[in-house]
Structure formats: C-alpha cells, structure tokens
C-alpha cells in the first residue's frame, strides 16, 4: 500500500551512480526485479538479470537496454528451485566476474499450490529462502572481494503469516499456502540480521525489505476471486516502478553504507516483527539450512 509517510514527503530519490559497478538481480524478468534493474542500468552499473524464464528476460533485456542506453546488461539463466541450476549460475559468475557489488535477491513466488522443488524442498521455502541462501554462499568470497558491498533480500511483511516449522519445514504434514510464504519471507529477514552479524568486519553489509503491496504477476496463483480483489485495490496499491524504490534505496543509498542487518519499507527503516528478531530461532534456521544444502557456513 502507498504509504501515509509517502503521500506527505514524497518518493525517494537519489542522483547516486553506480559505474563500474556490478549487480546481479535474482528474477529480473518482470514486475520490481525489471524496475530495479531499469534502474541500476540507468545509474551505470553493469547488470546481470538471473531469470529462469530466458525468452522473458531477454524481452525484459531489450527494453531496458533500450530504454537505459546501456549495452553493459547481461542475462543469464537461474532457476532458484534448482541446486544445479543455481551452482551452474554461480559457478559462471565466479569465472567470468572480477566483482559482485551488489547482489539482490529479488525472485519470489506466492502462495502456490503445493509442489516441490527438484532437490525436494517445498516450493516457496526453496525458492525464496533456500535458493537464495545457496546463491549467496556460492558467491561469497567474491561480494567479499568486492567490499564496499551489498546483499539486499526482498522479503515482505508477510513475513507475520508463518512461523518458522522446524520440525516440518517442507510441510509435508500440512500445508497453508499463506503460512509457506509467511515462512520463507520470515526466513529472509532472520538470515538478513545473522548474516550481517557473520560479516562484520568485512566490508559487505546486508538489508531486508518490504516493497508494499505492488501490481505484479505475484499474485498468479492466487484464486480468481482473490485476484479479482487484488484488481480492486489498485488505486491503493504500488506500480512496480513504485515497488522497486526500497530495493534501490538499499542498493545505492550512501548513508546505509555502515549499516547492516537491517529492515526497511517505503525507502526507510521500518520495524519487522519480534518472530523476525528472533536471534535463537535465527541461528537454528542458518544450521538446518546448512544440513538442507549439505554446506558448510560458519
Ligand atoms: N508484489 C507484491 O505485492 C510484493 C509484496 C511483498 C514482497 N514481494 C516480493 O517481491 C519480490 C518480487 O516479486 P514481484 O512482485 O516482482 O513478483 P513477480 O512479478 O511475480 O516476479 C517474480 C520474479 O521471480 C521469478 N521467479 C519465480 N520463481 C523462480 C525460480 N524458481 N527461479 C528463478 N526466478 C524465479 C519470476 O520469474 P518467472 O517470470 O520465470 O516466473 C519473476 O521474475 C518477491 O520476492 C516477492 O515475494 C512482492
């Protein structure tokens, strides 16, 4: 939603370039990951839009070449619900890219009926925290190579729908498509504040967001009736131009620069739930998602 604060002071904005810079956007086909991407190409960062769908993306691609005047944007294939696509992509960006300066974790999917991951995880979970999770493990040394650097994961305040389900994390038992979500956006943000605290020292900095309720294809698996409501509500609701200015804002925003861990909504820090700073819970979530991934992060 359009935020009060919003309507009194009105939208960000910032002159802030970024050439000679590079970013990867997670999901940049469509909706905030293109926005954000137009964007970024437009301040002069070198673009790397990670799209599953890469018909879509080379669309996207086009236009925002097009638009932006910059010829320094590349597309590669990502399908965040499989481990080997997600190692195949990051093992090319970590042979073909002197540096990472900035990494959003933007790809999401809502509320879908239940399905599985190829690795056997629950679909939204995977996606959304797990394949990021591995992404950003893979690509590590590399962010850390480049500090000054970012790592922004695009949650929601859906993040308040569902608790963390340690002993069935896959829901496998039951399943409540809004609580899956709520779970995998609460997941974002837990490992958002733990990874800052990992990464202190280094140089990189992390950030969790709320883009606001934002017109997108989001909202595809969602009933007809339920999607017809969505359509009602679009007076009050965010474009995705709109919806992609808080990951922007995390991305280039100079005074953000020394701070980490953190969450913001409407370009500003905002406060998540106290499920979401919860530091016990946190540390559990970062060891079964280690086991998951059959990785090693200390
Ligand atoms: N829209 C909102 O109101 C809202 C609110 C809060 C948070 N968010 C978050 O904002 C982020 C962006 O969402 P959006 O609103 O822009 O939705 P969107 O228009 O549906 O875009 C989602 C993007 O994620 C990609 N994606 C989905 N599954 C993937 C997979 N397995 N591997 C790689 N990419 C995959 C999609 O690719 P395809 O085109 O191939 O499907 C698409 O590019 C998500 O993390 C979402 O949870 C959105």
Not at 41 to 53: L, N, T, Y
């Amino acid at each position: 939603m359009q935020s009060v604060r919003n309507l009194f002071r009105g939208p960000w904005s910032s002159p802030v370039r970024l050439d000679g810079k590079t970013v990867i956007i997670t999901g940049a086909n469509t909706g905030i990951g293109k926005e954000t991407a137009r964007d970024l190409a437009k301040r002069g960062a070198r673009v790397i839009m990670a799209c599953r769908d890469v018909e879509k993306g080379e669309v996207a691609m086009d236009e925002i070449m097009q638009d932006s005047g910059s010829k320094d944007i590349v597309l590669s294939k990502l399908d965040l619900s499989d481990t080997k696509s997600i190692r195949e992509f990051a093992e090319l960006i970590n042979k073909e890219e002197k540096q990472v300066d900035i990494l959003i974790n933007n790809a999401g999917i809502m509320m879908c009926p239940y399905s599985k991951t190829i690795d056997g995880f629950e679909m939204q979970f995977g996606v959304n925290h797990l394949g990021h999770f591995l992404l950003t493990y893979l690509l590590i040394d590399l962010i850390k190579k480049s500090a000054p650097a970012r790592i922004i994961n695009v949650s929601s305040m859906a993040h308040t729908w569902g608790p963390i389900r340690l002993d069935d994390i896959n829901h496998e038992k039951s399943y409540d498509s809004k609580k899956a979500y709520g779970q995998s956006k609460l997941a974002n943000i837990l490992c958002t504040r733990l990874m800052a605290k990992k990464l202190e020292g280094t140089g990189v900095t992390t950030y969790a967001l709320h883009p606001g309720v934002v017109q997108s294809e989001l909202w595809r698996h969602l009933s007809a009736p339920a999607q017809l409501g969505v359509k009602m509500i679009k007076p009050f609701t965010k474009t995705s131009v709109q919806g992609a200015q808080t990951s922007i804002y995390c991305a280039v925003a100079p005074e953000l620069e020394k701070t980490t861990g953190g969450y913001y909504s409407d370009c500003a820090p905002a406060s998540c739930s106290q499920a979401a700073r919860d530091d016990e819970m946190a540390q559990k979530l970062w060891e079964l998602s280690c086991q998951m991934l059959g990785i090693t992060w200390d």
